[in-house]
């Protein structure tokens, strides 16, 4: 199961009852070239953005009754500002910083949660894992990272994406 997330979503991210709207976008060619339509789209599914921890269906015609569009919404010219993150493949943006981690820190996070999974013990298929992604602003520093096994990593995306 796929869902799109807004690209450098935290120039937007405020709270999850607002979102921030920088001016430069005014100055975003690629802002300035869709339609109207699109346009206001984009800021509403902004909005829903931020309600959804930045995790929205692929389904535009679920998008629509999200935001309450009488017109279609097209994902297409969206494509500049979204992209689609693959379950199976968490968060391109989290697997490139995941190698930007010295392996001193991933020691020490491995060392500190006592070589197990944080959630079931596990000892086997260890992975260190985010606990705020990258994607949604989250750093490389120790007290952001955990020790999770593939399983439970796994099912910590899954229960992201079952909130829409
Ligand atoms: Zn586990």
Sequence with gaps: MDYLSFRNFRQFERTRREIRLPCDLLLDQRFRELPDV????????LMLAARMDNALPVNPHKLESLIGATEPVELEGLRPFVRYVSLDQPCEEDRAARIHIPDSVRVAVLVRDGGRCRR???????????IVPICKGGDSEEPNL??????????????????I
């Design 120 to 130: 079931c013990h596990s000892a086997t298929n260890l992975e260190i894992d985010h």
């Design 146 to 163: 955990q020790t999770l096994c593939r399983r439970c990593n796994r099912r910590k995306w899954k229960k992201l994406v079952a909130r």
């Design 38 to 45: 699109w346009k206001s789209h984009l800021l509403c599914l």
